[in-house]
């Protein structure tokens, strides 16, 4: 169910060298890097499903499995025990069937104590990825932390129920991940309605929106995500659509808005998330390098990645 070039647009290569591994041969992995190239569920610019083979090969460096992080020395690579399983087999424009093949792989991931690190592919997979967390930590136990421009709560997607724009409504209404565990960063632009947002407050998500961030600043601002986030949960899922930064710093992405984090706020923050909480899996989403000049994106989306495993091995060696 999943592989390396088991679809044309799949992945060729391991995430920066760590060792390939199938589902059937995690072994005592700490850490799975998958993808989801799974992009059917766009509205605007297509492309994400080439985000997985462009995130993993977003690097100057050689391909060796090591990354020793220069400010704190560690390689998280090696702490973590990452490995990579591939890309899950989704098959273009089957959108239930995608969505049942990755959460049954990210299920089987979770199930045998590792982390999935799941590289999209749009939006939508955060529904099935987070909800095959959830599945095996339990139904209402584990908080998510969403960085993005969107809040992705619309209540369908031209009529159907998935797409990139609702798979946050979905895991609420699925009870996989309740309103009060959710945390939400970066909001900002004309989407959604009054109506939804309404919504979002009824259901008790924490939503920070860029004005909110501007005047407080976004140390303050993720203090509280962390309180809200620790409180009861089991632990915590994060999701980060690379929109949430500004385009000038990641132009490659399927629905730009500008006014966002800058590359830097976002890498610390990641950071800091993975060694101030227990997470149980994390996505990173919508990048299309067709838009990306240069590889940008695909390279900030790429460090992203290596800040999460470094905060958590920070965390991992503290005991």
């Known amino acids: 169910m999943t592989g390396f070039g088991t679809l044309s647009f799949s992945a060729r290569n391991t995430f920066v ?22 992009d059917w569920g766009t509205t605007y610019r297509p492309g994400a499903r080439f985000g997985p083979a462009a995130v993993r090969d977003a690097d100057y460096l050689e391909p ?3 990354r020793p992080h220069l400010d704190t020395g560690i390689d998280p690579l090696e702490v973590l025990g ?15 069937d995608g969505i049942d093949r990755i959460r049954r792989v990210v299920s089987a991931v979770a199930a045998t104590g590792a982390v999935p690190l799941v590289i ?15 599945d095996v930590y339990g139904h209402g136990e584990i908080a998510l932390i969403h960085f993005d421009a969107h809040a992705d709560t619309g209540a369908s997607h031209y009529g159907m129920l998935h797409g990139h724009g609702t798979p946050m409504r979905r895991l609420i209404e699925s009870g996989a991940v309740p309103g009060d565990r959710f945390v939400q960063i970066g909001l900002r632009g004309y989407w959604p309605e009054p109506e939804t947002v309404a919504w979002m407050r009824q259901q008790g998500m924490r ?10 600043g976004l140390a303050a601002v993720v203090d509280d995500a962390v309180r809200h986030a620790a409180t009861g949960a089991r632990g915590v899922f994060i999701s980060v659509d690379i929109d949430v930064v500004d385009p000038a710093a990641a132009p490659g992405t399927g629905t730009p808005e500008p006014g966002g984090l ?20 994390a996505d990173v989403v919508e990048v299309a390098p067709v838009y990306d000049p240069a590889n940008i994106t695909a390279l900030l989306a790429n460090r ?16």
């Open 304 to 319: 992203v990645i290596l800040e999460l495993l470094n905060g958590m091995a920070q965390r991992s060696l503290a005991g």
């Open 64 to 66: 060796d499995g090591r």
């Open 82 to 96: 990452v490995v990579d399983i591939g890309d899950v087999a989704v098959v273009p424009g089957y959108i239930e």
């Open 207 to 216: 939503s920070f929106f860029m004005g909110e961030i501007v005047e407080r």
């Open 120 to 134: 999209g592919g749009d939006h939508t997979i955060t529904f099935p990825d987070a909800g095959g967390v959830a």
């Open 262 to 281: 800058t590359a830097r706020e976002l890498l610390d923050t990641i950071r800091r998330l993975g060694r101030d909480l227990q997470i149980v899996g």
């Open 17 to 38: 060298g760590v060792p390939m591994r199938t589902l059937e041969t995690i072994g005592d992995a700490g850490v799975v890097i998958l993808g989801a190239p799974f």
